[in-house]
Protein backbone atom coordinates (compact mmCIF):
# COMPACT_ATOMS: atom_id res chain seq x y z
CA UNK A 1 0.00 0.00 0.00
CA UNK A 2 1.25 3.57 -0.53
CA UNK A 3 1.56 6.14 1.88
CA UNK A 4 0.63 8.69 -0.17
CA UNK A 5 -3.05 8.46 -1.60
CA UNK A 6 -4.60 9.61 -5.06
CA UNK A 7 -8.06 8.78 -6.41
CA UNK A 8 -7.38 5.75 -8.87
CA UNK A 9 -9.34 7.98 -11.61
CA UNK A 10 -10.86 11.13 -12.85
CA UNK A 11 -12.23 12.73 -15.23
CA UNK A 12 -12.74 16.08 -16.99
CA UNK A 13 -14.33 17.82 -19.72
CA UNK A 14 -12.20 18.98 -23.08
CA UNK A 15 -11.23 22.90 -21.77
CA UNK A 16 -12.58 22.49 -18.78
CA UNK A 17 -10.21 22.75 -15.02
CA UNK A 18 -9.07 19.51 -12.91
CA UNK A 19 -7.59 18.92 -10.12
CA UNK A 20 -5.72 16.08 -8.88
CA UNK A 21 -4.85 15.66 -5.02
CA UNK A 22 -2.34 13.86 -3.17
CA UNK A 23 -2.73 13.06 0.72
CA UNK A 24 -0.27 12.15 3.11
CA UNK A 25 1.22 13.08 6.60
CA UNK A 26 4.33 13.74 5.27
CA UNK A 27 3.05 16.22 3.03
CA UNK A 28 2.50 18.09 6.02
CA UNK A 29 6.68 18.54 6.31
CA UNK A 30 7.81 18.33 2.38
CA UNK A 31 6.74 19.54 -0.77
CA UNK A 32 5.54 16.68 -3.81
CA UNK A 33 6.82 16.63 -7.28
CA UNK A 34 3.78 15.39 -10.17
CA UNK A 35 5.22 12.66 -12.85
CA UNK A 36 3.11 12.13 -16.36
CA UNK A 37 2.81 8.83 -17.80
CA UNK A 38 1.30 7.78 -20.87
CA UNK A 39 1.49 4.41 -21.66
CA UNK A 40 4.24 2.62 -23.13
CA UNK A 41 6.64 5.71 -21.58
CA UNK A 42 8.69 6.53 -18.91
CA UNK A 43 7.18 8.85 -16.62
CA UNK A 44 8.12 12.65 -17.03
CA UNK A 45 8.43 15.42 -14.25
CA UNK A 46 5.64 18.38 -14.11
CA UNK A 47 5.46 19.92 -11.27
CA UNK A 48 8.54 20.24 -8.63
CA UNK A 49 8.78 22.06 -5.32
CA UNK A 50 5.60 24.23 -4.57
CA UNK A 51 5.10 25.45 -8.30
CA UNK A 52 7.97 24.62 -10.52
CA UNK A 53 7.07 23.65 -14.30
CA UNK A 54 9.77 22.27 -16.18
CA UNK A 55 10.96 23.69 -19.13
CA UNK A 56 8.56 22.68 -22.05
CA UNK A 57 5.55 21.86 -19.55
CA UNK A 58 2.27 24.16 -20.77
CA UNK A 59 1.58 26.66 -17.83
CA UNK A 60 -2.00 24.88 -17.72
CA UNK A 61 -0.20 22.87 -15.18
CA UNK A 62 0.42 24.46 -11.65
CA UNK A 63 1.08 23.03 -8.28
CA UNK A 64 -0.40 24.07 -4.54
CA UNK A 65 0.18 22.31 -0.89
CA UNK A 66 -2.35 22.74 1.98
CA UNK A 67 -1.89 20.93 5.11
CA UNK A 68 -1.27 17.11 4.62
CA UNK A 69 -2.19 17.69 0.49
CA UNK A 70 -0.44 18.47 -2.60
CA UNK A 71 -2.94 18.78 -5.79
CA UNK A 72 -2.35 19.05 -9.17
CA UNK A 73 -4.26 21.60 -11.10
CA UNK A 74 -4.70 21.73 -15.13
CA UNK A 75 -6.64 24.60 -16.19
CA UNK A 76 -7.94 24.38 -19.98
CA UNK A 77 -7.52 20.98 -19.75
CA UNK A 78 -5.86 19.59 -23.21
CA UNK A 79 -6.98 15.69 -25.28
CA UNK A 80 -3.05 14.91 -24.60
CA UNK A 81 -3.36 15.80 -20.99
CA UNK A 82 -4.82 12.05 -20.50
CA UNK A 83 -2.09 10.10 -18.77
CA UNK A 84 -1.81 8.49 -15.56
CA UNK A 85 -0.33 11.30 -12.89
CA UNK A 86 1.81 10.37 -9.55
CA UNK A 87 2.66 12.14 -6.45
CA UNK A 88 6.04 11.69 -5.21
CA UNK A 89 7.48 12.55 -1.84
CA UNK A 90 9.17 11.12 1.66
CA UNK A 91 7.26 8.62 3.14
CA UNK A 92 5.78 8.68 6.45
CA UNK A 93 8.50 6.75 8.26
CA UNK A 94 10.89 10.35 7.18
CA UNK A 95 13.58 7.91 5.77
CA UNK A 96 12.40 6.65 2.62
CA UNK A 97 10.19 8.02 -0.27
CA UNK A 98 7.37 6.53 -1.81
CA UNK A 99 4.39 7.12 -4.81
CA UNK A 100 1.37 7.76 -5.03
CA UNK A 101 -0.94 5.26 -6.40
CA UNK A 102 -1.79 7.21 -9.29
CA UNK A 103 -4.60 9.32 -10.81
CA UNK A 104 -6.27 7.99 -14.40
CA UNK A 105 -6.87 11.18 -15.93
CA UNK A 106 -9.89 11.24 -18.76
CA UNK A 107 -10.37 13.86 -20.94
CA UNK A 108 -14.32 13.72 -22.36
CA UNK B 1 21.67 17.22 -22.88
CA UNK B 2 21.47 15.31 -19.33
CA UNK B 3 20.29 11.60 -20.39
CA UNK B 4 19.90 8.64 -18.58
CA UNK B 5 20.60 5.21 -21.29
CA UNK B 6 19.82 2.00 -19.59
CA UNK B 7 20.40 -1.61 -20.67
CA UNK B 8 18.29 -3.82 -23.21
CA UNK B 9 15.05 -6.00 -21.75
CA UNK B 10 16.07 -9.52 -19.51
CA UNK B 11 14.22 -12.97 -19.18
CA UNK B 12 15.25 -14.67 -16.32
CA UNK B 13 14.07 -17.78 -14.76
CA UNK B 14 12.35 -17.70 -11.13
CA UNK B 15 15.17 -17.69 -8.75
CA UNK B 16 17.45 -16.17 -10.83
CA UNK B 17 19.26 -12.90 -10.89
CA UNK B 18 19.08 -9.68 -12.89
CA UNK B 19 21.47 -6.47 -13.37
CA UNK B 20 20.26 -3.66 -15.04
CA UNK B 21 22.67 -0.83 -15.92
CA UNK B 22 21.80 2.98 -16.36
CA UNK B 23 24.60 5.25 -17.81
CA UNK B 24 24.88 8.78 -17.02
CA UNK B 25 26.01 11.55 -19.32
CA UNK B 26 25.47 15.20 -19.84
CA UNK B 27 26.35 16.29 -16.10
CA UNK B 28 28.49 16.17 -12.94
CA UNK B 29 27.39 12.36 -12.50
CA UNK B 30 29.17 12.51 -8.77
CA UNK B 31 27.44 15.17 -7.79
CA UNK B 32 23.86 13.44 -7.64
CA UNK B 33 22.09 10.95 -6.16
CA UNK B 34 20.25 8.28 -8.51
CA UNK B 35 16.63 6.46 -7.36
CA UNK B 36 15.57 3.02 -8.98
CA UNK B 37 11.82 2.72 -9.61
CA UNK B 38 9.71 0.04 -11.00
CA UNK B 39 6.31 -0.28 -12.37
CA UNK B 40 4.86 -3.83 -12.69
CA UNK B 41 2.15 -4.46 -15.44
CA UNK B 42 -0.80 -2.54 -15.33
CA UNK B 43 0.54 -1.44 -11.91
CA UNK B 44 1.61 2.58 -10.41
CA UNK B 45 5.26 3.41 -9.89
CA UNK B 46 7.02 1.57 -6.82
CA UNK B 47 10.70 3.29 -5.32
CA UNK B 48 12.94 0.66 -5.14
CA UNK B 49 15.91 3.24 -3.41
CA UNK B 50 18.73 4.80 -3.62
CA UNK B 51 22.46 5.15 -4.14
CA UNK B 52 24.30 8.25 -3.26
CA UNK B 53 26.59 10.37 -5.32
CA UNK B 54 30.06 8.52 -3.97
CA UNK B 55 28.47 5.66 -4.17
CA UNK B 56 29.41 4.36 -0.59
CA UNK B 57 25.89 4.93 0.88
CA UNK B 58 22.42 3.01 -0.16
CA UNK B 59 18.90 3.06 1.00
CA UNK B 60 16.03 0.38 -0.11
CA UNK B 61 12.75 -0.16 0.33
CA UNK B 62 12.12 -2.56 2.94
CA UNK B 63 9.99 -4.97 1.12
CA UNK B 64 13.30 -5.56 -0.91
CA UNK B 65 16.12 -5.36 1.83
CA UNK B 66 17.95 -8.20 1.11
CA UNK B 67 17.04 -8.68 -2.85
CA UNK B 68 18.24 -5.65 -3.92
CA UNK B 69 22.02 -4.44 -4.46
CA UNK B 70 22.51 -0.57 -5.55
CA UNK B 71 25.74 0.08 -7.14
CA UNK B 72 27.88 2.74 -9.13
CA UNK B 73 31.22 3.01 -11.24
CA UNK B 74 32.33 6.11 -11.22
CA UNK B 75 34.81 5.94 -13.77
CA UNK B 76 32.50 5.39 -16.61
CA UNK B 77 29.19 7.28 -14.82
CA UNK B 78 26.59 3.83 -14.87
CA UNK B 79 24.57 3.29 -12.18
CA UNK B 80 23.87 -0.64 -11.53
CA UNK B 81 20.79 -2.53 -10.15
CA UNK B 82 20.87 -6.72 -9.25
CA UNK B 83 17.81 -8.39 -7.84
CA UNK B 84 18.23 -11.38 -6.97
CA UNK B 85 15.91 -14.68 -5.77
CA UNK B 86 13.70 -13.12 -8.92
CA UNK B 87 10.12 -14.77 -9.15
CA UNK B 88 7.08 -14.00 -11.12
CA UNK B 89 6.10 -10.37 -9.22
CA UNK B 90 9.26 -9.07 -9.61
CA UNK B 91 8.63 -8.84 -13.42
CA UNK B 92 8.57 -5.24 -14.02
CA UNK B 93 9.82 -1.90 -16.51
CA UNK B 94 12.58 -0.78 -14.22
CA UNK B 95 13.56 2.88 -13.86
CA UNK B 96 16.42 4.62 -12.91
CA UNK B 97 15.71 8.67 -12.42
CA UNK B 98 18.43 11.28 -11.50
CA UNK B 99 17.25 12.86 -7.94
CA UNK B 100 17.37 16.99 -7.55
CA UNK B 101 16.53 18.67 -4.58
CA UNK B 102 16.11 22.24 -3.43
CA UNK B 103 14.15 24.15 -0.25
CA UNK B 104 11.84 26.79 -0.61
CA UNK B 105 10.13 28.92 2.52
CA UNK B 106 12.08 26.49 4.83
CA UNK B 107 10.51 23.33 3.03
CA UNK B 108 12.47 20.58 1.22
CA UNK B 109 11.20 18.78 -1.83
CA UNK B 110 12.96 16.51 -3.72
CA UNK B 111 12.19 15.24 -8.01
CA UNK B 112 13.81 12.93 -10.46
CA UNK B 113 14.62 14.16 -13.94
CA UNK B 114 15.58 12.84 -16.18
CA UNK B 115 14.19 8.93 -16.22
CA UNK B 116 15.99 6.19 -17.90
CA UNK B 117 14.18 5.01 -21.10
CA UNK B 118 13.33 1.91 -18.55
CA UNK B 119 14.16 -1.87 -18.92
CA UNK B 120 11.88 -4.42 -18.92
CA UNK B 121 12.76 -7.54 -16.87
CA UNK B 122 10.41 -10.57 -17.40
CA UNK B 123 10.30 -13.68 -15.05
CA UNK B 124 9.14 -16.36 -16.43
CA UNK B 125 9.95 -20.10 -16.40
Known amino acids: SSELTQDPAVSVALGQTVRITCQGD??????ASWYQQKPGQAPILVIY???NRPSGIPDRFSGSNSGNTASLTIIGAQAEDEADYYC???????????FGGGTKLTVL | QVQLVQSGAEVKRPGASVKVSCKAS????????MHWVRQAPGQGLEWMGL????????MYAQKLQGRVTMTRDTSTSTDYMELSSLGSEDTAVYYC??????????????????WGQGTLVTVAS
Open chain 2, 97 to 114: ARDNSNTVAGIMGWWLDP
Open chain 2, 26 to 33: GYTFTRYY
Open chain 2, 51 to 58: INPSGNYT
Open chain 1, 26 to 31: SLRSYY
Open chain 1, 49 to 51: VKN
Open chain 1, 88 to 98: FSRDSSDTHWA
